[in-house]
Every structure is written in structure tokens, then in C-alpha cells.
């Protein structure tokens, strides 16, 4: 016989003899004794709630693994955890800024940053939820942004599916040489779009192509992302053309196409002089290539804007460091 409580008992009674008494459930997840905690656990799953382009929401589950981006995973905290979903999270992780407050619940239980994840007895595959808070003001991080120390960094557009990042960045490196970085990055990792026509003529039609398997289909649009799958085999193809044979991964649902069926790709290089010229913006204003990143008021982790222009898009003057919108004539 066991007899099963909840919590302490403030006034407990004798124990009879012969009589053991087993555990069960706490009160609170934080009160579980040391000695009844799980290992840390290797792996999580997080869920979450992404908006469709319908604008519908959607709920969404990821797997997230400790072991191999952690050094010492039994000592792994809440706030590294955090940290390491938006390096590694999720995509919608990824597009979000470091300026978004997470907050991680486990059973109705918000998790406390400070706490390392056995205290609250997780194992692996726990399920955890994902809250995102509104973006904090720039006087409530500007503490954060003097005391933080900028090595990564991710750069997005609404060109682009899947967002770029860079590490080992020192604050002694100017944007000018993130602009270098980025280049190098997507010479070793191509990106290629699917190039429309020169304005005034209007984009095409989707192009109905047929997967690997030879039975399903799926429309590719002008503007669609594509990279080489992981693992290599992804056709080289020349630029601008179509290229030789291959497979490319769509980066909207990673669907495998092979590259013969595919319209013109352009690829995306920041240095090609179709590319025009390219520049990075922070809340709006674009960031000149002289300046330190320790003086750009950036977070670790934070998301910059990537502006760059395609050639099939309309001629759009790209604004200067410093300069802003001018303000309309007040009516009378």
C-alpha cells in the first residue's frame, strides 16, 4: 500500500510501522526533491503559434537539442535555453529580434530564467510553451545594449524565406566588414531567386513542376527562394542560367526540385553588379559602412534588415546613412 500526496503536509502523522510511503506529486514543479530529479535532458520540444500568410494562427511544435550547442548541458538554465532558441530555434525564433522577451512555461508554470532546467524535473521531450512578450522600449534595453558584447548577428528581408547569420564578430569590426562577412557567407552558401521579368512587362504565371517522386506537383512563383540541400547535391548551374542537372531545396517548405524544371535563377552575391549597391538597417536607419559595431547600439543576437535590390525589381533610390523621410507640407 502507497499513499500518494500532494505536497507537504504541515502536521504530519505517525508513520505505523511497516508502512512505506511513496510520493507522487508536488504542489509546485520547483519543489521536487534533488534526489527524485530526472537527468538533465538532451533534447526538448518546444510549441509554439505561427501566423499563416492568411493570417491565420497556427500551432507548431519543434524539437530542440542541448547536446552539441551547450558545453555542460546538466548546468543548462533557462536563460541559456532562451538564448539558444533564437540562435537555433525555430524559424519563427529566428525572424524574431533580441529584443522580444521569451517567456518558457512548463505545465501552467512560468520557468524563472535564473533556474537550471532539473530543477523543474524536465525530461527528455518535455513539452514547453513558448510566450512571446512585446518588444521592450529602447529605454528599458539600453542598460542591456552598453553591457552587451556583440559576437552574432542575423540579417533578414522580405526578400529572403530564411534568415542569414554571422559569428565570431568582435566589436572592433565595422559594418563595412560585415558587408565583406556576408559576401564570403553566401559565395560558401548559395542562395538562388527566381528571376522575373524587367518592369513594365508583368510577372509570369506560376510554373507547375513535378517532384522527385514523379507523381506530385507544386508551383513555383517568381521570387522563390532555393538553396543546395544539405549534404551537397545541389547542381551548380552557371549564372544566371539554368544551369547543369541537380536538385535545389525550396526554403519555404524544403521541398526538393530538380533544377532542369525550375525558371531562370538568379543568384544572390552582394557583389554582382546587377546587385547594384546593398546596405544594413537598424529601427529604420541604414548603418554606414565606418562604423564600429560597439558603437551601432546593437544587441547580441540582434536582427538587422538586409536591403539589396534585384534586377528584375523597379529602379528605387536607396537611401543614405542619415538620411530620413521628409515630413509633408502642414495644411493650412
Known amino acids: 500500500m502507497a499513499l500518494t500526496f500532494i505536497g507537504k503536509s ?13 510520493s507522487r506529486r508536488f504542489a509546485s514543479l520547483s519543489s521536487v526533491p534533488a534526489c527524485q530529479r530526472p537527468p538533465c535532458p538532451s533534447k526538448l520540444t518546444v510549441r509554439y503559434t505561427v501566423t499563416r500568410p492568411d493570417g491565420r494562427l497556427k500551432p507548431e511544435t ?18 541559456m535555453l532562451i538564448a539558444l532558441l533564437h540562435e537555433h530555434g525555430p524559424l519563427s525564433l529566428q525572424l524574431l529580434s533580441a529584443r522580444h522577451p521569451i517567456e518558457l512555461r512548463y505545465r501552467g508554470e512560468t520557468l524563472a530564467p535564473e533556474k537550471l532546467l532539473s530543477d523543474y524535473a524536465l525530461k527528455d521531450n518535455s513539452e514547453l510553451q513558448i510566450v512571446i512578450k512585446p518588444r521592450k522600449q529602447e529605454c528599458e534595453v539600453r542598460g542591456a545594449v552598453a553591457d552587451s558584447v556583440v559576437t552574432r548577428l542575423r540579417f533578414n528581408s522580405h526578400k529572403l524565406t530564411t534568415p542569414l547569420a554571422l559569428d565570431e564578430l568582435t566589436p572592433e569590426m ?72 541537380g536538385v535545389l531545396q525550396r526554403a519555404s517548405d524544403r521541398k526538393l526540385i530538380e533544377q532542369a524544371q525550375l525558371p531562370e535563377l538568379w543568384p544572390l552575391t552582394l557583389n554582382d553588379p546587377e546587385d547594384k549597391l546593398f546596405s544594413l538597417l537598424h529601427q529604420g536607419a541604414v548603418l554606414p559602412d565606418e562604423a564600429l559595431l560597439s558603437a551601432c547600439k546593437l544587441l547580441n543576437n540582434e536582427m538587422l534588415y538586409l536591403n539589396f535590390k534585384a534586377p528584375w525589381e523597379p529602379d528605387e533610390p536607396i537611401p543614405k546613412p542619415g538620411e530620413g523621410k521628409k515630413g509633408g507640407k502642414k495644411k493650412k
Request: charged share 20%; glycine share 16%; hydrophobic share 30%.
Open 10 to 22: 504541515p502536521d504530519p502523522l505517525p508513520i505505523p510501522p511497516g508502512l512505506v510511503l511513496e
Open 62 to 79: 519543434a524539437e530542440v537539442l542541448l547536446e552539441g550547442h551547450i558545453e555542460d548541458a546538466a548546468r543548462c538554465t533557462v536563460h
Open 174 to 245: 565595422k559594418v563595412g566588414d560585415l558587408k565583406l562577412r556576408l559576401q564570403q557567407l553566401l559565395a560558401a552558401n548559395p542562395i538562388f531567386l527566381v528571376r522575373g521579368p524587367t518592369p513594365p512587362v508583368p510577372a509570369p504565371p506560376p510554373t507547375v513542376v513535378t517532384l522527385p517522386d514523379g507523381e506530385t506537383t507544386t508551383e513555383v512563383r517568381v521570387g522563390d527562394q532555393f538553396t543546395k540541400p544539405e549534404g551537397g547535391g545541389g547542381g551548380g548551374g552557371g549564372k544566371k542560367d539554368k544551369g547543369g542537372g
